[in-house]
């Protein structure tokens, strides 16, 4: 399994910007696909985005198309949320995942290392 530390998060206006950062250790994260989920408070996790192995496929939950864009790279064993015209709807402890071999979902079980997470959260 790939080690997955999250970074990033804090306090923002809405409207605002910041980007999310998830690092890997292991030999694996080139042939993991990554996710990006979120759980806000009383509420269940949800899926954000996903990115296929080599970065050339990228998938958005609805509510955050056209705002968030995930990236990786793979030289760096990082990959990337960028998030912009933050809501208060977007506060949330924001996780990576990692899929090994998969292609990029959004179903959480697929994926089998998880991050510690990193808060985010959006004032109005």
């Known amino acids: 399994q790939v080690q997955l530390v999250e970074s990033g998060g804090g306090l923002v206006q809405a409207g605002g910007s910041l980007r999310l950062s998830c690092a890997a250790s292991?030999?694996?994260?080139?042939?993991?696909?990554m996710g990006w989920f979120r759980q806000a408070p009383g509420k269940e996790r949800e899926f954000v985005a996903a990115i296929n192995r080599s970065g050339t496929r990228t998938y958005y939950a609805d509510s955050v198309k056209g705002r968030f864009t995930i990236s990786r790279d793979n030289a760096k064993n990082t990959v990337y949320l960028q998030m912009n015209s933050l809501t208060p709807e977007d506060t949330a402890v924001y996780y990576c995942?990692?899929?090994?071999w998969g292609t990029g979902d959004s179903n959480s079980q697929q994926y089998e290392s998880w991050g510690q997470g990193t808060q985010l959260d959006v004032s109005s």
């Open positions: 292991g030999r694996t994260f080139s042939d993991s696909a």
């Open positions: 995942a990692a899929d090994l």
